[in-house]
């Protein structure tokens, strides 16, 4: 026994803040955790969830051993089996796959952000010859991170801003308040220090606090209908000449036909789309033009409209570009890619990691979904990273800007297509809750035409519940931490383990290069540890993984202007206001607005019978997606029961109190969650939680935790008619529904 207490320097991953966070160790055990001050990024900044984080670690439902199925997938029948016996039994049947139907019947699909080296997964199946994997980013921010890389280079609309130096924040479908803690507490320090500085426009149909009554401005508008409302901000500062008109000759492209554009949405036209009244959209407009430097904080609400979705975030960046916000202080920072420079030398990258050069041409072209929502596929990257590179020196990363399309995989395994996905590795995910038209992947995952489904977590969620082999991982306290963000910050951070893995939990990296080992890819996988992988990483610049974890991160000053000498990581190299690489893609060059595929203007017979808008999500603290709803390690106490948002008015119309549980429902199906009637939403919208299931209950079928019972995915739409046309997002958001006393 060793009674001294160690204190250990870690990056907590209970969100995608990775905050860094020093723990306290007595004798292999955890005491306590606390903020790390040094930490260049959150110094020492943390947040509630983190309280929690020993008890979550200590919890008794965390999973410790592999389990292999023994009964019918979801039958609750397991087998405990080693490590190894796991691991050879897996390579085996994905060797025999590969053998039989070849290597792209492979899958991984994966959380996001959950966990900080996607490129180990990437590195797999490029040597293995697949390209199909996916991820929840299509409704999540990957829709601007490719837009931006189309159409600047980076992303556009994101929000590691520097606000001390900006007056003017659009808080768009954003909700930091329960999302985003470390920035709403800055936004929050900034207002109570300097009244009037900083000025808020919200952009949503809920009041998420973030805006202040007297001094900002609230744009409660029509789920859905945000590219309208964007498009006509173009055209009143363009009409009105509100524009940087330096900016605009100097540095963007194609901006007399984004002025032409911009004349189908008169203000009077798109108040009928939103809602919102033409004197505020012209006030709005003219205040985020003229009130510099400006930024646009784009949340998910948008990205989860479906079809328009990444129309939205087009036109964002386009106010951006033409109020000339981009790469000034207070305005968007250009990352200064490469990033990290120590003496003429870098750290290597994630995409450094990856080894795409090794998929082949002919195996990228079976990249699921790749010739549809292109954007999102190869055809996509190819177009936009040969002027990465050749700006930045250094390769595009391909972790999140290149995803197979999860609706198109779903069906063809029920469809038993020939050239369906057979084998799926399920890492650091929960598709049964995640991911819209929830009955439909769960008879994808539990058709007998998937042949192999392995999951890796922590807990035994409803997607472990029906898979073949359930893989324990070691957590964040169990494993180093090198993050970049996959790539799209120019930044790094580190972290150290602070105790060893509990039972027989794993960190992925060795779950990765042992498969790649058995399946003979062990010259590129020549790290024993984990932590060889990162001193080979730092290798250029010659740190040692103590001098790294000593550090916490690397974070170089951030620079501006960089655009005057190199312009922008375009084939113009201008900032394109006209999309080269959508006209090559063979889309419309410039951002339109699209009704939602369901709405009470496209589909009106639909809304006599579901008079409601929905939307799902509107987070809060306590849970992180599905994490966190087992009962026992404090969070789940906190925040009991699912929460759907309801106007007073509404509410008084269907018999509804706060506190009712009540039921919604879309002509999908419907959930149960518990009302809470207040003004702050508008009376035609109703906002329900996203991702709850109940841990408590049964495991097996036909429960499986209750995932059909609060889960909002059970009531949105994947109809690929209905995802977004560039990046193939599903419709989560700006749908319709009923809600009525349960
Ligand atoms: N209707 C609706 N659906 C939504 C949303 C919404 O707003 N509305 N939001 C969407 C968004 S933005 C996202 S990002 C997705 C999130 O979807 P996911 O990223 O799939 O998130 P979770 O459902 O929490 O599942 C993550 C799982 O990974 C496990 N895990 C966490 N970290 C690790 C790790 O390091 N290793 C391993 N092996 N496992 C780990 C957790 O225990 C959990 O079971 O959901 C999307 N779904
Ligand atoms: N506590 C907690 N924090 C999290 C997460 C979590 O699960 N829990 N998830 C993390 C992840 S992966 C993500 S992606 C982020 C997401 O963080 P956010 O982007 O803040 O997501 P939400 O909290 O769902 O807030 C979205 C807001 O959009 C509004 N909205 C809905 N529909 C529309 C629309 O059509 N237009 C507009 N303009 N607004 C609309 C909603 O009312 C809501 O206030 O949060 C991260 N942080
Ligand atoms: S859960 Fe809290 S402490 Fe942990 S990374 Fe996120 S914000 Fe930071
Ligand atoms: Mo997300």
Not at 192 to 221: F, H, N
Not at 272 to 286: F, L, N
Not at 520 to 529: F, L
Request: net charge neutral; with cysteine; aromatic share 10%.
């Amino acid at each position: 026994m060793d009674l001294r207490v160690v204190i250990k320097k870690s990056i907590c991953a209970m969100c995608a803040n990775n905050c860094g966070i020093l723990v306290y160790v007595k004798d292999g055990k955890v005491l306590k955790i606390c903020g790390n001050p040094d930490n260049p990024l959150s110094r020492g900044f943390t947040c509630k969830r983190l309280a929690s984080a020993v008890q979550w670690l200590n919890h008794p439902d965390q999973l410790m051993y592999p389990l292999k199925r023994v009964g019918q997938r979801g039958e609750g029948k397991w087998k405990r089996i080693t490590y190894e016996e796991a691991m050879d039994e897996i390579a085996e049947k994905l060797k025999d796959l590969k053998e039989k139907y070849g290597p792209q019947i492979l899958a991984v699909s994966e959380g996001t952000l959950r966990y900080a080296e996607f490129w180990m997964r990437a590195r797999f199946m490029n040597l293995f010859g697949s390209p199909n994997m996916f991820q929840p980013g299509v409704i999540c921010g990957l829709n601007r991170e490719t837009i931006g890389a189309a159409i600047a280079g980076f992303r556009v609309n994101s929000k590691n801003g520097n606000l001390q130096n900006t007056r003017c924040v659009v808080v768009q479908g954003f909700n930091p308040k329960g999302s985003s803690p470390m920035l709403a507490q800055q936004m929050r320090e900034i207002k109570a220090l300097a009244p009037g500085r900083l000025r808020v426009i919200a952009i949503d149909p809920r009041d998420t606090g973030i805006a202040s009554e007297e001094t900002d401005i609230q744009l409660k508008l029509r789920p859905g209908t945000d590219a309208a409302l964007m498009l006509s901000w173009l055209n009143i500062i363009i009409n009105e000449e509100l524009y940087d008109q330096d900016f605009v000759r100097e540095y963007t492209f194609g901006f007399d036909k984004l002025a032409e554009r911009v004349q189908d949405y008169p203000p009077k036209r798109v108040a009928d789309i939103t809602g919102i009244t033409v004197d505020k959209i012209i006030e709005s407009a003219r205040i985020f033009a003229t009130t510099k430097p400006a930024l646009i904080f784009g949340g998910v609400g948008s990205d989860q409209i479906g079809f328009n979705s990444t129309r939205v975030e087009q036109a964002a960046a386009c106010l951006m570009a033409i109020t000339g916000n981009i790469d000034i202080p207070g305005g968007k920072a250009v990352p200064n890619y490469p990033g990290i420079e120590i003496d003429g030398n870098r750290p290597l990258r994630d995409s450094d990691m990856e080894l795409t050069d090794k998929l082949t041409k002919k195996q990228k072209a079976k990249h699921i979904g790749g010739d549809r929502f292109r954007l999102m596929g190869y055809p996509g990257y190819e177009a936009w990273a040969p002027a990465y590179k050749k700006t930045y020196g250094v390769p595009a990363p391909t972790m999140h800007t290149v995803s197979a399309n999860e609706p198109m995989i779903y069906r063809g395994i029920i469809n038993g297509d020939q050239n369906r996905i057979r084998a799926l590795i399920i890492w650091a995910s929960n598709p049964l809750n995640r991911t819209a038209n929830t009955k439909l992947v769960y008879r994808a995952l539990k058709s007998t035409n998937l042949e192999l489904s392995i999951v890796l977590d922590f807990f035994m969620t409803p997607s472990a519940e029906i898979a073949d082999y359930v893989m324990p991982s070691a957590s964040f306290l169990e494993m180093p931490y090198w993050t970049t963000w996959e790539d799209f910050a120019d930044v790094c951070c580190f972290g150290e383990a602070a105790v060893e893995p509990l039972g027989e939990r794993k960190d992925a990296f060795y779950f990765w290069r042992d498969l790649g080992v058995r399946l003979g890819q062990e010259q590129y996988w020549p790290w024993k540890t984990h932590e060889e992988v990162m001193e080979y990483r730092a290798e250029p610049i010659g740190y040692s993984f103590e001098k790294l974890v000593q550090i916490a991160g690397l974070v170089p000053p951030v620079q501006f202007k960089k655009h005057e000498k190199r312009g922008f990581a375009t084939s113009t190299g201008k900032f394109e206001l006209y999309s080269t690489v959508l006209e090559k893609l063979g889309y419309d060059p410039l951002p339109y607005y699209k009704e939602p595929p369901e709405s009470p203007t496209s589909t009106p017979e639909t809304a006599k019978s579901y008079p409601l808008i929905l939307t799902t999500g509107g987070r809060s603290v306590p849970q992180y997606h599905s994490e966190h709803h087992q009962i026992g390690m404090g969070m789940r106490e906190r925040h009991p029961n699912p929460i759907v948002d309801i106007h007073t008015e509404t509410a008084r119309q269907l018999d509804i109190n706060d506190g009712d549980w009540v039921y919604i429902e879309t002509k999908r199906g419907r959930i149960k969650q518990k009302a809470r009637v207040t003004d702050g939403i508008r009376p035609d919208v109703v906002n329900c939680e996203a991702s709850w299931w109940y841990p408590e209950m049964p495991g097996e079928e036909p429960s499986l935790h209750g995932f059909l019972e609060s889960n909002a995915n059970v009531l949105t739409v994947d109809d690929l008619d209905a995802c977004d046309e560039l990046v193939g997002g599903g419709s989560l958001r700006a749908l319709l529904c009923k809600v009525y006393k349960a």
